[in-house]
């Protein structure tokens, strides 16, 4: 593994644990000459999976875009890195056992909101309004009042 301070070409692991419920390895690595320390993690890939933009031009899939996008909505939220972190485990490991190579970007976005309606309803909100393209006021009340509606137990309004 390459040192990401000085550009070695060696590193030595220090510490390795599972991680992610098991599905990866988290590794401690030290470079031997810079001293710099940094860690790695190792997962499983099944298959290279291809994103399906709606322009129709096709893109590798990024787990790190994935995360980046929870972490956008769950912003100065109250929620755990280690719940994101499974929710997008949980999501990667789906889009690779479902059997397809192309997922377009709707698909994963439903697998987004899904987990974001679990994790926090601001998050979920904050998503959707992107997500949903929200174009006023009224979007965000309707989709705040089937959150409501949900909350409460009522099972009168659709699924979100």
Do not use: H
Not at 53 to 68: I, M, N, Q, S, Y
């Amino acid at each position: 593994m390459r040192c990401p301070y000085c550009s070695s070409e060696d590193s030595q692991v220090k510490d390795s644990r599972p991680a992610e419920d098991g599905a990866a390895i988290r590794r401690r690595r030290v470079c031997p000459d810079c001293g710099g320390r940094f860690t790695t993690f190792e997962r499983v890939q099944l298959r290279d999976l291809q994103v399906l933009k709606k322009t129709g031009r096709r893109v590798p899939f990024d787990r790190e875009k994935l995360a980046k996008s929870f972490q956008i909505a769950l912003r100065k939220r109250p929620v755990d890195p280690e719940r994101i972190d499974r929710a997008v485990s949980g999501i990667v490991r789906r889009l690779e056992s479902s059997g397809e190579i192309e997922i377009a970007t709707d698909g994963i976005g439903l697998l987004v909101l899904e987990a974001l309606k679990a994790l926090d309803d601001v998050g979920f909100v904050r998503y959707a309004s992107v997500y949903r393209d929200f174009s006023g006021p009224e979007d965000f009340e309707r989709t705040i009042a089937e959150l409501t509606a949900r909350i409460a137990g009522d099972s009168k309004v659709g699924d979100l």
